[in-house]
């Protein structure tokens, strides 16, 4: 069984940064890609970025315009989400997420972690 945990949300002011990270289990050596999303309250899931394990290319929704770096440590199996200049509307649940394809679409992702929430307050 496949785990992912992810950390580092909280609440925060607008203008202001958060770092999520994620962890794979340790039995798990490889990664495909890697992805994050988010989901508002009242909103659909929608895809944030994406890396790809092997050639760590990254993919970014265009809403994040330079905001957000997308991260992966291959020794720790680990991925981060680095977030800087935080907005309201940032507000939402966030997931990481494996497979085998960096794809934009949920369906791209086959393991999905538990998700950590991130409150940014005008």
């Known amino acids: 069984q496949v785990q992912l945990v992810e950390s580092g949300g909280g609440l925060v002011q607008a203008g202001d940064s958060l770092t999520l990270s994620c962890a794979a289990s340790?039995?798990?050596?490889?990664?495909?890609?890697m992805a994050w999303f988010r989901q508002g309250p009242g909103k659909e899931r929608e895809f944030v970025a994406a890396v790809s394990w092997s050639d760590n290319n990254k993919y970014y929704a265009d809403f994040v315009k330079g905001r957000f770096t997308i991260s992966r440590d291959s020794a720790k199996n680990t991925v981060s989400l680095q977030m800087n200049s935080l907005q309201s509307d940032d507000t939402a649940l966030y997931y990481c997420?494996?497979?085998?394809?960096?794809?934009?679409?949920?369906?791209?992702?086959?393991?999905w972690g538990q998700g950590t929430q991130v409150t940014v307050s005008s």
């Open positions: 997420a494996g497979g085998g394809v960096a794809g934009q679409k949920s369906s791209d992702y086959v393991y």
């Open positions: 340790k039995v798990y050596a490889r990664w495909l890609s």
